[in-house]
């Protein structure tokens, strides 16, 4: 049991809201939590995520550590 005056207030069916609409229900220290990102809606979760290869930085690197066959073409790659 906790120490009583010390803890704050608990909150076991604190709702998420993520763009308006509920998304889950935890415990928390406040009764509603809003948040823009969630497990839901993240591109890691979701498998929408994309590697952006900006100046060629990712294709540098597969060549600097040898994970590009050097004998493939540029319209392989394509």
């Given at each position: ?21 509920v ?6 220290t406040?009764?509603?939590?809003n ?17 952006i ?16 066959d ?9």
């Amino acid at each position: 049991m906790p120490k009583p005056d010390i803890h704050p207030k608990w909150y076991p069916e604190a709702k998420v809201y993520c763009n308006g609409e509920v998304v889950m229900t935890i415990g928390s220290t406040k009764p509603q939590l809003n948040v823009d990102v969630w497990s839901g809606n993240h591109p890691f979760f979701t498998g929408t995520q994309k590697i952006i290869d900006t100046e060629g930085r990712v294709e540098r690197f597969m060549r600097k550590y040898g994970m590009v066959d050097e004998t493939a073409t540029a319209d392989d790659k394509k």
